[in-house]
């Protein structure tokens, strides 16, 4: 089945305490991104990737890394988690540019 | 950069009626609007999208329209029903913007 698979679905965490959430995607789809979703903000773009090896911020970079080492994997990485980073992220991935998109289930994150 | 606004932010219909949801850009070399349905717990999943160079596009009870023009595309669904209960998100730009979503219920 195509699928973009996230894990973990769910995570609770400290401030400060590093965590990857990770992201794969069986479409052989070039561009990757993350989004993350809040209340009446709708979907923000963290980063993307436009292939391997190649990534961009989106609008809402701050606090975030991502790798494109494997053109199925784009994980996210928070190296100091802060309270301001709960919230609802999703990987989505697409045949070449952000059209027609294919979304991850969701993680969804607490920094406490 | 792009911005795209979407209202209303909560609609409720009744069952059989029909929904319409109104997005708009201010990127005029904008070409792209897909719009996503997301059912609770769940990622967003394409439900329609339309290119520039067309008005109107249907698909079974759902339709997207877009005025180039005026800059904003709609959403039509027609005969609704309770599993057409959702948060629904238009998007649009380069750099493909989401809108801040619209709260669908469909009362039986």
């Known amino acids: 089945e195509a699928q973009v698979t996230q894990n973990p679905r769910y995570l609770i965490t400290v401030t400060g305490k590093k965590l990857t959430v990770t992201c794969s995607q069986n479409m052989n789809h070039e561009y990757m991104s993350w989004y993350r979703q809040d209340p009446g903000l709708g979907l923000r773009q963290i980063y993307y990737?436009?292939?391997?090896?190649?990534?961009d911020k989106g609008d809402v970079p701050e606090g975030y890394k991502v790798s494109r080492k494997e053109k199925r994997n784009f994980p996210l990485i928070l190296e100091s988690p802060s309270p301001n980073q709960t919230s609802l992220y999703f990987c989505a991935s697409s045949l070449r540019g952000p059209y027609g998109y294919t979304f991850g289930s969701g993680t969804r994150l607490t920094v406490v | 950069g792009e911005n795209v606004e979407q209202h209303p932010s909560t609609l409720s219909v009744q069952e059989g009626d029909s929904a319409v949801i109104k997005c708009t850009y201010s990127d005029s070399a904008s070409n792209y609007f897909p719009w996503y349905k997301q059912e609770l717990g769940k990622g967003p999943q394409l439900i329609i999208d339309i290119r520039s160079n067309v008005g109107e596009k249907k698909d079974q009870r759902i339709a997207v329209t877009l005025n180039k023009t005026a800059k904003h595309f709609s959403l039509h669904i027609t005969e609704t029903q309770p599993e057409d209960s959702a948060v629904y998100f238009c998007?649009?730009?380069?750099?493909?913007?989401f809108g801040a979503g619209t709260r669908l219920t469909v009362k039986p």
């Open positions: 998007a649009g730009g380069g750099d493909m913007r």
């Open positions: 990737s436009m292939n391997v090896e190649v990534t």
